[in-house]
């Protein structure tokens, strides 16, 4: 099995589907065909060539979501990232937007069924299983998210109550009433949840649910936002990570590490500057090609993921590449201050070690050639401790930030039920 084989076996089968996928893409794939001549592969041989080695297969361009995106306004709607014909597509999705116009997103039944089986491995590794009722907190848009999660939880016989269409209460109502057992939605939106739950006197702490698997954006691995969830719903939280345009690219293990899932995809850790190799355990751009969708795949993509990887087995048995701390920011959302390179991520690490803050928003400015935050929070009701002086020292003395932090009332600032924007920009005052 290769979620347990030595670390030489999972690169030797990595390299043959790397050499199906590219002998497939120059004969049949006009975007890749184009794009591989373009940069002087004139021929498959010599690109089937780049898949020799980690080495040669640097030597192939990288793919941006600018290129794609562009690809999809020059010849509408599909673009020519396609090996196949549009009658075989049976879905549509796309990306949420939240940095540019979005990126669509079409499946075959195959492609489908091979997401679809990705997140079975999930529910297989923290033993979900038919006798489990699952509860899906999403509302089913257009964005891929959690929808492959709802046909796992099917398909291995369990009762998967969808919650789109109700409020957070009627939802922490059902999850309640229905004796759910296991939780899928954002980070975010657990804390909602919570929150909900708290506002009107019901004791999730002790109901049925035992597994929580956050999915859609950074924060489950953070230690401060992870014992939070855990402690409000009496549950364990585990961190999946994927991605509308790549697929569902992990899994949490039951020691809740954050697992690559390798057979399906090839992940490259690379340095966002210069796209050279960072060595284990330096933070890196995730830089991914996908196996399972061949009639349009991603090769080389550039995901704007930041994480760093380590490849020593796992207390799980699994020598699966780690995501430790999972996924830690983007790169177009890190700013830089006095040389420290600075995620949202790290920020909520600070903000939610503090009980008494239940939610809260950063705006990130300049000030006379510094970077500076203004932060808005809101507190538990009665809380007595200086939390706003703090929340200030706890910034200088571990990120070197200046802050400006402003308590405000309760149910003031926006909740999120999909991807949260905490952290904005700001021009200098």
Known sequence: MIDTAPRDAIASWQRERLRDLLEHSYADNPFYRAKYVAAGFKSVEAVLDAARSAESFRDLPVTTKAEFLADQAAHPPYGTNLATTPEHFVRQHQTSGTTGTPLKVWETRESWDWMTELWLRQFHALNITSRDTVFMAFNFGMGLGLWNALDAGMKIGALT???????????????????????????????????????????????????????????ASIPGTRSRIEEAWGARLYDSPGATEVGHTGLACSHQSVHVAEREFYVEMLSPATLEPVAAGETGEIVITNFGRPFAPVIRYRTGDIAKAAYDPCECGRTLMRLDGGILGRSDDMFVVRGVNVFPSAIEAIIRESPEITEYTVEVFEDRGMFALRIQIEIKPG?????????????????????????????TLPRFEGKARRVTRAVSP
């Not at 975010?188 to 009107?200: F, G, H, M, P």
């Not at 035992?210 to 924060?219: D, K, L, N, Q, W």
């Not at 706890?394 to 930030?401: D, N, Y």
Request: glycine share 6%; with cysteine; aromatic share 4%.
């Open 161 to 219: 109550i969808t919650g789109g269409g109700l409020s957070s209460l009627q939802r922490v109502e059902s999850i309640v009433k229905n004796q759910a057992t296991v939780l899928i939605s954002t980070p975010s939106y657990a804390l909602r949840l919570a929150e909900t739950a708290d506002a009107n006197a019901i004791d999730i702490a002790h109901c049925a649910v035992r597994a929580i698997v956050t999915a859609g954006e950074p924060g």
């Open 383 to 411: 809380s007595a401790e200086p939390v706003a002086g703090q929340l200030q020292d706890a910034f200088h003395r571990r990120l070197f930030l200046k802050t400006d932090v402003e308590i405000v009332p309760p149910n």
